[in-house]
T-cell receptor
Framework: DAGVIQSPRHEVTEMGQEVTLRCKPI?????LFWYRQTMMRGLELLIY????????DSGMPEDRFSAKMPNASFSTLKIQPSEPRDSAVYFC?????????????FGPGTRLTVL | KNEVEQSPQNLTAQEGEFITINCSYS?????LHWLQQHPGGGIVSLFM???GKKKHGRLIATINIQEKHSSLHITASHPRDSAVYIC???????????FGTGTRLTIIP
């Protein structure tokens, strides 16, 4: 199994540009999570999906952020327009979701730098 | 919202030493996770536990539900154990995790 796949691994962009991060969860996993990690705030949940449906997006910082999961094998996190304070490492994770906590498998992350 | 605190924030030890990292939380949880983040940035799940104790090789995790406290122990520590160790707790009825700020462990040969 290839594990959780994220692309790109690194992204450098200028303020105001649109950024799209992509994630392919592990086959058979039905929950998908987007996290952001910064030095100041550590790891934070942005949004998670179960069976392709957004369950909790309370961590999405503002309207500039949006996430979609059109099918069980693909999700995107979009930032439009991007700002320097969005610079962070964005992780995607997946698991066999149930009503409570289960072990999560993390992707390698996308390091985003907004100039 | 659960508050998760880890201690110490940084820990440096000699190879072979017994290591203990602590995690406390403020509200009842469905499970507690210990994660390891390597210097290259990748995150790996080490343990998920809701009671008692679990052991994988040289790593042992314990949890005391009444005291809302967990510990991660490493026996016979090795330089390859150098990493950031992160505690995370799960809510009841959903899959949200709240994370501690991590403990940076450095093992010196």
């Amino acid at each position: 199994d290839a594990g959780v796949i994220q692309s790109p691994r690194h992204e450098v962009t200028e303020m105001g540009q649109e950024v799209t991060l992509r994630c392919k969860p592990i086959s058979g996993h039905n929950s998908l999570f987007w996290y952001r990690q910064t030095m100041m705030r550590g790891l934070e949940l942005l949004i998670y999906f179960n069976n392709n449906v957004p369950i909790d997006d309370s961590g999405m910082p503002e309207d500039r952020f949006s996430a979609k999961m059109p099918n069980a094998s693909f999700s995107t996190l979009k930032i439009q327009p991007s700002e320097p304070r969005d610079s962070a490492v964005y992780f995607c994770a997946s698991n066999r979701g149930t009503s409570d906590s289960n072990e999560q498998f993390f992707g390698p992350g996308t390091r985003l730098t907004v100039l | 919202k659960n508050e998760v605190e880890q201690s110490p924030q940084n820990l440096t030890a000699q190879e072979g030493e017994f290591i203990t990292i602590n995690c406390s939380y403020s509200v009842g949880i469905s499970a507690l996770h210990w994660l390891q983040q390597h210097p290259g940035g990748g995150i790996v799940s080490l343990f998920m536990l809701s009671s008692g104790k679990k052991k994988h090789g040289r790593l042992i995790a314990t949890i005391n539900i009444q005291e809302k406290h967990s510990s991660l122990h490493i026996t016979a520590s090795h330089p390859r154990d150098s990493a950031v160790y992160i505690c995370a707790v799960g809510d009841f009825g959903n899959e949200k995790l709240t994370f501690g700020t991590g403990t940076r462990l450095t093992i010196i040969p």
